[in-house]
């Protein structure tokens, strides 16, 4: 089934309405017809079984069907360094089919260094939401590294490319606030590493894999969580 992303402002009573480029996307490119069914994601958790009811030449509406809530499993931020623009895209997109509610995007001494671009980064996201079938938009910020409150974090896993990097026991649960530390692709500095490495709730991870691209990386440092877990 198709997945849309729905504003608020699409929903109205029984009937959601659709105009420009979102309409266009759905009559022009993927060709939708009269009486098909199509689920709608509010990135809230939401989401919505919707069928086709009239189609125009520029809007549509379609009628709701039945609805239901689908409620976060784990609070998981996401924390990574600012890579190139390509990258970037990529990493937004793993993030979000891994049900990864915040992302947090850093400069740091080793990353790029260009303004992000938003409306970009929320364009990537709703394609993957729709992809994905995530019921959750990730909500993407700027931050600095020492601007972020590690304190409101009960559990930090931060990966690191040193083998003799200190270490912090934590047993993990589903159930905690947790951030995943992902460095730019040339890596956090030493003086970075510091930030995380002294936090009394954070364990650093080294694993014996190849040099990874950040992309690459996220998704495997949360499938080494996901495997934790279980």
Do not use: W
């Not at 364009?123 to 409150?149: F, G």
């Amino acid at each position: 089934m198709r997945a849309i992303y729905l504003n608020k402002y699409h929903i109205q009573g029984e009937e959601i309405f659709l105009e420009g480029d979102e309409a266009h996307h759905l009559i022009n490119v993927l060709r939708i017809k009269n009486g098909e069914k199509v689920l709608g994601l509010d990135g809230e958790g939401g989401k919505y079984f919707l069928q086709i009811d009239t189609i125009k030449k520029k809007s549509l509406s379609l009628i709701l069907l039945g609805k239901e809530f689908i409620a976060s499993e784990y609070s998981f931020t996401l924390l990574v360094g600012k890579v190139k623009k390509e990258a970037m895209d990529l990493s937004l997109k793993v993030a979000c089919e891994l049900g990864i509610n915040t992302i947090l995007v850093a400069q740091t001494q080793y990353s790029q260094s260009y303004p992000l671009n938003f409306k970009r980064m929320q364009r990537v996201l709703v394609s993957a939401l729709e992809q994905s079938n995530n019921a959750y938009l990730p909500q993407v910020k700027e931050v600095a590294l020492d601007e972020v409150d590690y304190k409101s974090y009960e559990q930090i896993i931060y990966f690191s490319s040193r083998k003799n990097v200190q270490k912090n026991e934590i047993s993990l649960s589903q159930k905690k606030k947790v951030l995943l530390v992902i460095g730019p692709e040339g890596g956090f500095s030493e003086k970075e590493e510091l930030i995380f490495t002294n936090k009394k709730n954070a364990t650093a991870v080294h694993l014996p894999t190849n040099i990874m691209r950040t992309p690459t990386a996220i998704a495997c440092g949360h499938g080494y969580y996901l495997g934790a877990l279980s």
